[in-house]
């Protein structure tokens, strides 16, 4: 597994629409190039599948599993012998919130998958974190 904690002053509600709307993430994340709602249509939320493609990552498709408004979603992507599961969290405490980011991969090449992008999924996940903090801070003195 993959996790990362990262506290911030932040109250929940400031993080959690830059969090939720995955649909824009590719503005602000680095660490993503685009993302497509497999069906437009369709609200966000449990049920909803995005396309997102990273560098040097192949494409994948997620379809969030659970989803809890102001604190996080969980999502799944499968591939021959692997699940990943991605979940994004704001924990709300009494100086701010904590963001954390975890990705767990299960099944027969879960463990072969780990070696090979683990360092680079730690990478990805520390950015995205620091990332979710500076645009929703950055959001919050532009109102």
């Known amino acids: 597994m993959t996790e990362v ?3 911030t002053d932040l109250p929940s509600d400031a993080l959690w629409p830059v969090l939720a709307d995955v649909r824009h993430w590719a503005d602000w994340l680095t660490t993503v190039d685009a993302v497509r709602a497999v069906d437009p249509d369709r609200p966000d939320g449990v049920g909803a599948s995005y396309a997102v493609d990273q560098p040097r990552l192949r494409r994948a498709t997620w379809t969030v599993t659970a989803w809890e408004p102001g604190r996080g979603f969980t999502w799944e992507s499968r ?14 405490g ?3 919130t904590t963001i954390r980011l975890a990705l767990v991969w ?5 463990g ?6 683990g360092a680079r999924a730690r990478d990805y996940v520390t950015r995205e974190a620091e990332a979710l903090e500076a645009t929703a801070r950055a959001r919050s003195t532009d109102a």
């Open 79 to 92: 591939s021959p012998g692997v699940t990943s599961t991605g979940s994004h969290e704001l924990l709300a």
């Open 112 to 117: 072969l998958v780990r070696r090979a992008l």
């Open 5 to 7: 904690t990262r506290p």
């Open 94 to 96: 009494p100086e701010g």
């Open 106 to 110: 299960t099944g027969p090449l879960a």
